[in-house]
T-cell receptor, first 116, second 109 residues
Framework: SQTIHQWPATLVQPVGSPLSLECTVE??????LYWYRQAAGRGLQLLFY??????ISSEVPQNLSASRPQDRQFILSSKKLLLSDSGFYLC???????????????FGEGSRLTVL | AQRVTQPEKLLSVFKGAPVELKCNYS??????LFWYVQYSRQRLQLLLR??SRESIKGFTADLNKGETSFHLKKPFAQEEDSAMYYC???????????FGTGTRLKVLA
């Protein structure tokens, strides 16, 4: 069966420090991968998505970047964190290929980032 | 641009009362609509999708293209329905899933 892992689960970082959140999917190949930020009152904001290795689409210009070095690995990064980067980050995957989007997004458990 | 609007941040109902969680979308083409649910201490998960026309845990949702709505309904709320509900949209030919701001449903005993 397919599983998705995110780590770390909790992270406290000072302003200006770098960030790396990792997401790995097991049990499937060539998934579409997503990073969302969940904030109270703002719902789930799509940050990045990837349909293949090295292919990254950015939805919101910001202080963050994403990379996909391997088929089932998706990394969210920042060189210098801002206070406004605090939030709950969710990774998700689907095998939907975009032609008939009846697919289901499968979410990880999330990573809570606090920037002080 | 695609957009999903959930006007209610919080909805409180008594057990046994009907529930309707509102969702409106903006998209000029043919969207695919979903409802996702997040129970306390659980992962966000799919509840139902409009294309399946299914009833899950007593919930149904009908896509109304004229009103651009996909409201989630249940005739008799149960305490275990208390959760955060998100409406989501995607479109054929893209890979993006756009979510609304969510509605927290509280079912009171």
């Amino acid at each position: 069966s397919q599983t998705i892992h995110q780590w770390p689960a909790t992270l406290v970082q000072p302003v200006g420090s770098p960030l790396s959140l990792e997401c790995t999917v097991e049990g499937t190949s060539n998934p579409n991968l997503y990073w969302y930020r969940q904030a109270a009152g703002r719902g789930l904001q799509l940050l990045f998505y990837s349909v293949g290795i090295g292919q990254i689409s950015s939805e919101v210009p910001q202080n963050l970047s994403a990379s996909r070095p391997q088929d089932r690995q998706f990394i969210l990064s920042s060189k210098k964190l801002l206070l406004s980067d605090s939030g709950f980050y969710l990774c998700a995957w689907t095998n939907d290929r975009g032609h008939a989007n009846t697919g289901e997004l499968f979410f990880g458990e999330g990573s809570r980032l606090t920037v002080l | 641009a695609q957009r999903v609007t959930q006007p209610e941040k919080l909805l409180s109902v008594f057990k046994g009362a009907p529930v309707e969680l509102k969702c409106n979308y903006s998209y000029s083409g043919s969207p695919e609509l979903f409802w996702y649910v997040q129970y306390s201490r659980q992962r966000l998960q799919l509840l139902l999708r409009h294309i399946s026309r299914e009833s899950i845990k007593g919930f149904t949702a009908d896509l109304n293209k004229g009103e651009t709505s996909f409201h989630l309904k249940k005739p008799f709320a149960q305490e275990e329905d208390s959760a955060m509900y998100y409406c989501a949209l995607t479109t054929s030919g893209t890979y993006k899933y756009i979510f609304g701001t969510g509605t927290r449903l509280k079912v009171l005993a």
